[in-house]
């Protein structure tokens, strides 16, 4: 019933710029936070961005400076602009939602399908 769906990922070169979505749809109360992983061929999945319902975000050291995740409330989509990329940014990135489907306490978890990221020359 809930689904996230994902684009804006492609090939880039290296200093370049990539904006990524990530809408979610469905049947649900609320979405409370929203967030983007990444993972790279051999290695585990690791946290990009977090973003809170009221709107405080988390960054990972390693994209600090460069990345800047929002939403738009309205329209429940969650956007992760993505400057000056480094060919070590290249991975699968993810989009994730925690999100309470009835007035209740109990949040589930939601993932995208994944949208590949590739930043090379």
């Known amino acids: 019933q809930v689904q996230l769906v994902e684009s804006g990922g492609g090939l880039v070169q290296p200093g370049g710029s990539l904006r990524l979505s990530c809408a979610v749809s469905g049947s649900f109360f609320a979405v409370n936070v929203m967030g983007w992983y990444r993972q790279a061929p051999g290695q585990q999945r690791e946290l990009v961005a977090t973003?809170?319902?009221?709107?405080?975000?988390i960054y990972a050291d390693s994209v600090k400076g460069r990345f800047a995740i929002s939403r738009d409330y309205a329209k429940n989509t969650m956007y992760l602009q993505m400057n000056g990329l480094r060919p070590e940014d290249t991975a699968n990135y993810y989009c994730?939602?925690?999100?309470?489907?009835?007035?209740?306490?109990?949040?589930?978890?939601?993932w995208g399908q994944g949208t590949q990221v590739t930043v090379s020359s």
């Open positions: 994730t939602a925690s999100i309470r489907r009835t007035p209740a306490r109990r949040v589930d978890d939601y």
């Open positions: 973003i809170t319902g009221a709107g405080v975000t």
